[in-house]
Each structure stands twice: as structure tokens, then as C-alpha cells.
């Protein structure tokens, strides 16, 4: 038979047994207790003994009576703790074998703790069908963004060998931002992946911001105006703990998305202490998120509009990016409309424990 078969027969065997056992202990404990009491206190001369085969025979029959009862007693009880048993084994065996969408049933009176056990292999199994399924749709949306730049490239040289195209600098310069965008796909697929496993590098120190974030506002502020941009920085004077490399790395993809899809305007860098943390902000001047793009917009590959975002250069992944290295911190990644009606994205950091105690003193 198979193994459900096989479970059912060995508890209901077992609870079998336990009862038989304890019938015959009962009978023979009795027995052996009425003879240890008659040898440390003789009968009386008028009877012979204290436990006369009447006696036995009462005793049996009491014995043959309440066997049955235990025995029904024990296999309802097993029915109750092999349903739910045999519907999770069976359950088991088909997610081992692939079927991620098999749950199991406690039945209609399972007990309180195998009904929570049934319930936790429950959660496990829809965690893990959601991971197949985001994994999956990950892999798709993966091998769609890296189809477009390569089918790019593919074509170009291709044209090149026929003849088509001039190998000249403008085709070649074409090629060379067509593996930069490869590149960078490449990078913020690593990031996010390692962030996500726990396995972000880090290398977390406690630095001055301000200094850190001026000399990148120096080294951003002639694209930025060429492409329309003024660049203001807000900035107090704090020491976070954090990676400055990561930290750059966040920042430069927060100013990068706001020049790509902001109008032409000033864009705002603050660093502020509030509430016990560290706010590292950057604002543009509009349009702004839709509310439901809102509660969307730090998922991997979710773009408003996506043949724009192409064109510009998007890959769907910077603020992905930085919501991860943010939460690698410890913090958090939030949106909220700005003052100026834009959008402000706020990386979210824990004060230092030694700001505080100097704080405190």
C-alpha cells in the first residue's frame, strides 16, 4: 500500500496496542497488588482468601468491558490526528514533486495544534508558489530588458560586416552607450540580487555627509545645467554610519531619476536630523507620482511609462537600486510629494548611538 495507507495503519495499530497493553497491566497490576497486600496482611480465618475467583472474575469482565470502550475511544482519536496528518503528507509529496498550488485541510475537528500546523505548512507552501512566481516573472522581465540593447548591438555590427553602416566614430560611439546600458543593467541587477540575499558589501563608517555630498554636487552640476537643471543643496552638518561609497552610488541614481523624468527646474538636495533620524532627500519640481504609481515605484522594473523611460535611458532599476542599499543600511526608502509640487525621495537612516548619548550629556 501506499505510504497514506501505511501512516493510517500504524497509528491506528498503535493505539491498538496501547490499549490492550493497559487493559492487560491493569488486570495483572490488580492481581499482583491483592497478593502483595494478602502477604503483609493475612486474610481473616473465615475466608480464604481476599480475592476470590469471583472476585477475578468480576474484575475480568469489568476489563473485557472498558477494553472496547478504550479501543473505540483510541480509533476516533486517531481519525482525528490521521486526517489532517495524511491530507499534509499527501500535500508534501505534490509540492516536492512541483505542484506549489497543493494546500492541505485540517478537517472539520482537527485538534487546536495540528489545525496550526496545517495552517503554518499552509503559509510556507503560498510563500513559496509567490517566490516561483516572482521569480519567474523576474527571469521574463530580465531577459526582456537585456533583449533590446543586445538585439541593438547585434544589428549595428551586423550592418557593419554588410556594409550597411559606416564603422565610423558617431556608429561606434552609438555601440560603446549600448554596452554602457548593458553595464549598468548588469550592475543593478547584482546590487539589487545581493541586497535582496543579504549579501551587499558594505562598509559601513561613521563620515561627515555634507563634505561627501558637496564635492558630488560639484562633479554633477555641469551636466545638470546643460540638460537644464540648477542644482541646490540644503545640508546640515551630521555624522551617519554608513557606506560612502553605496551612499554616492544612492544618491547619484536619486539625481539621475529626477533629471530624466522632472521638468526643467531646480533640483534639491537636504540633509536634515528629524524625529531621532537622518533624512537624505533629493526634490524636483514636477510632476510628481500618480497615487498609484506611488506604492509602486520602488519594485524592480515598474516604469510609468515604459518606451519613454527606454529613451531616456531607464532601465526600470535605480530606485530599486536604492531602496536596497538603503535597507542594507538598516533604514528605509520613502516617497512624498515635495513642497514645490515634485517629487522627494528620503533615504531614512538611524541617528547614530553615540550622537545621542553626546546628546543626552
Do not use: C
Amino acid at each position: 500500500m501506499g505510504p497514506r495507507t501505511g501512516l493510517g495503519r500504524q497509528i491506528l495499530l498503535a493505539m491498538l496496542a496501547i490499549s490492550v497493553t493497559a487493559g492487560v497491566l491493569v488486570f495483572f497490576g490488580t492481581y499482583f497488588l491483592y497478593s502483595a497486600i494478602l502477604a503483609i496482611f493475612p486474610a481473616p480465618e473465615a475466608s480464604d482468601s481476599w480475592l476470590t475467583a469471583t472476585d477475578l472474575g468480576i474484575l475480568g469482565l469489568v476489563i473485557l468491558v472498558t477494553l472496547p470502550i478504550a479501543a473505540l475511544v483510541s480509533l476516533r482519536l486517531a481519525r482525528r490526528i490521521l486526517e489532517p496528518l495524511e491530507s499534509l503528507a499527501l500535500s508534501a509529496r505534490r509540492i516536492t514533486a512541483g505542484d506549489l498550488s497543493s494546500r492541505a485541510f485540517p478537517g472539520e475537528r482537527a485538534l487546536g495544534e495540528t489545525a496550526a500546523l496545517i495552517d503554518d505548512f499552509n503559509t510556507m507552501a503560498q510563500r513559496l508558489q509567490d517566490m516561483a512566481a516572482d521569480m519567474a516573472l523576474w527571469n521574463a522581465t530580465i531577459a526582456h530588458e537585456l533583449r533590446t540593447p543586445l538585439t541593438i548591438l547585434k544589428g549595428r555590427m551586423q550592418g557593419m560586416i554588410d556594409g550597411v553602416f559606416e564603422p565610423d566614430e558617431r556608429s561606434l560611439q552609438g555601440l560603446i552607450l549600448q554596452v554602457d546600458g548593458l553595464a549598468r543593467l548588469v550592475e543593478d541587477l547584482r546590487t539589487v540580487t545581493l541586497a535582496d540575499s543579504g549579501h551587499l558589501d558594505l562598509r559601513i563608517e561613521p563620515i561627515r555627509l555634507a563634505p561627501e555630498i558637496r564635492q558630488m554636487a560639484e562633479l554633477m552640476a555641469h551636466d545638470l545645467r546643460a540638460s537644464g537643471f540648477r542644482l541646490e543643496l540644503d545640508l546640515a552638518d551630521l555624522v551617519v554610519d554608513v557606506d560612502p561609497t553605496r551612499i554616492r552610488q544612492a544618491l547619484l541614481a536619486l539625481v539621475t531619476n529626477a533629471r530624466r523624468y522632472a521638468v526643467r527646474g531646480t533640483i534639491t538636495i537636504h540633509l536634515a536630523e528629524g524625529d531621532g533620524d537622518i533624512l537624505l532627500g533629493v526634490a524636483d519640481e514636477g510632476p510628481g507620482l500618480s497615487p498609484e504609481m506611488a506604492t509602486r515605484v520602488f519594485d524592480p522594473f515598474v516604469r510609468d511609462d515604459p518606451v519613454r523611460s527606454q529613451e531616456l535611458g531607464g532601465n526600470g532599476l535605480g530606485l530599486s537600486v536604492v531602496r536596497a542599499i538603503v535597507e542594507a543600511h538598516g533604514g528605509r526608502l520613502r516617497y512624498r510629494s515635495a513642497p514645490q509640487g515634485g517629487a522627494l525621495f528620503e533615504m531614512i537612516f538611524a541617528k547614530p548611538k553615540r550622537s545621542q548619548a553626546a546628546h543626552d550629556a
